[in-house]
């Protein structure tokens, strides 16, 4: 899975990008007309892999991840496709999730490329920019299904339903917003609508306003609970001062800013809810490893995430939940207090589910 930082250039999106996945990308490259974007992976902070490994000591212990695109700044008439807007749209359309990032923060320094600070324009100017390069995309689908020597029955039901969406997306409402059929959502599956990916919006603010809050504040809350959008206060300064403190100082310094926890590990486990993502553990003295599955998958199909030839030999699933292990304190008395629990292949897997698969091939 997928994750694109999107939002107008010098917000922030590369300091996101590299405090995320630890990279040291050039944050002004972007001023100087670089377009490719940067890639990366993201560790997902998990406090129950964290006590798993201090139960297991393991040789390796291994978090989730998600790839994470940096794509460089949007600019007007990029989702029409006009000046780099071709390579941005490329970019994007390959990511399963976007994260906008906005600028509050205040620095002279920094030339905001609307000329002022307002979040809510911001956020609006990437929304339509996305909108339109969806409706770009209905407009040259219903010419191809026009011009085309023989239209099928499909085709017809097709252009149909993008006649609906067009009309929408005319009127301003964005995929997110349009209920579409099972039926419908099966004839569109091979576009890649913008507006329907999920969005989190990140308010970069600066280290006054992570204490004090920031102008557009109740607004923008505001916007975002209307439009169903989770947001994120985040100052990507104080973020990287953090990254470069000993433990002592890191608390000390969080605790000047009250803040209780790292926005960027907020931000991750943010994105990988966001995407409708869970993990199911695996544990012993080799290794101690979150495995990322999708919500809602059966226990033979969690099975394949470690090695096809268990899924394809799975017999059962010994199971118990994180919580119940961490009661138990060992999986020795879990066994002995009857904790452990075999499940079939059509368990759905859980959340923090600790498993032991038993297969043969």
Same mark, same amino acid.
């Given at each position: 899975?997928?994750?694109?930082? =999107?939002?107008?250039?010098? =917000?922030?999106?590369?300091?996101?990008? #590299?405090?995320?996945?630890?990279?040291?990308?050039?944050? %002004?490259?972007?001023?100087?007309?670089?377009? #490719?974007? %940067?890639?990366?992976?993201?560790?997902?902070?998990?406090?129950r892999i964290d006590f798993l490994?201090?139960?297991? !000591?393991p040789k390796k212990v291994t978090y989730a991840q998600i790839e994470v695109v940096d794509i460089p700044g949007l600019t007007r008439g990029a989702g029409e496709g006009k000046g780099?807007?071709?390579q941005f749209l490329s970019n994007i359309r390959q990511v399963d999730c976007l994260v906008h990032i906005v600028r509050a923060?205040?620095?002279? %320094?920094? $030339?905001?490329?609307?000329?002022? $600070?307002?979040?809510?324009?911001?956020?609006?100017?990437?929304?339509?920019?996305?909108?339109?390069?969806?409706?770009?995309?209905?407009?040259?689908?219903i010419d191809r299904i026009n011009n085309g020597r023989k239209v099928t029955k499909e085709q017809v039901a097709e252009r149909e339903v993008l006649e609906k969406i067009r009309e929408s997306l005319e009127n301003?409402?964005?995929?997110?917003?349009? %209920?579409?059929?099972?039926?419908?959502? !099966?004839?569109?599956?091979?576009?890649?609508?913008l507006t329907a990916k999920p969005v989190i919006i990140v308010v970069n603010v600066d280290d006054?306003?992570?204490?004090?809050?920031?102008e557009q504040k109740d607004e923008v809350l505001r916007y975002c609970h209307e439009k169903n959008l989770p947001v994120f206060e985040v100052s990507a300064k104080a973020e990287v001062e953090i990254n470069e403190l000993d433990d002592d100082d890191r608390i000390a310094f969080m605790r000047e800013l009250n803040i209780k926890e790292s926005g960027i590990d907020l931000l991750a486990r943010a994105i990988y809810d966001r995407l409708s993502l869970i993990s199911f553990l695996t544990v012993g003295e080799d290794e101690v490893r979150a495995w990322t599955i999708k919500k809602g998958t059966v226990?033979?199909?969690?099975?394949?995430? $470690?090695?096809?030839?268990?899924?394809?030999?799975? @017999?059962?699933?010994?199971? @118990?939940?994180?919580?119940?292990?961490?009661?138990?304190?060992?999986?020795?008395?879990?066994?002995?207090l009857g904790k452990l629990r075999l499940e079939g292949k059509d368990y759905v897997v859980q959340d923090g589910d600790i498993i032991s698969f038993r297969f043969n091939v």
């Open positions: 899975m997928k994750v694109g930082l =999107v939002g107008l250039p010098t =917000v922030g999106k590369t300091t996101f990008f #590299n405090l995320l996945t630890h990279a040291k990308a050039e944050t %002004n490259a972007f001023q100087s007309g670089k377009q #490719n974007a %940067n890639i990366g992976l993201a560790r997902v902070p998990d406090g490994a201090q139960v297991y !000591k780099s807007g071709n923060f205040r620095d002279e %320094n920094v $030339i905001h490329s609307e000329g002022s $600070i307002d979040i809510i324009r911001d956020i609006e100017n990437i929304g339509t920019e996305l909108l339109l390069a969806d409706l770009q995309l209905v407009e040259t689908r301003e409402m964005s995929l997110a917003d349009f %209920n579409l059929s099972e039926d419908e959502e !099966k004839l569109l599956e091979h576009l890649d609508f006054e306003q992570l204490i004090e809050g920031y226990a033979k199909k969690a099975a394949g995430k $470690i090695h096809s030839d268990i899924e394809r030999g799975f @017999i059962r699933a010994e199971v @118990i939940s994180f919580d119940e292990f961490k009661e138990c304190g060992s999986m020795a008395k879990a066994r002995d």
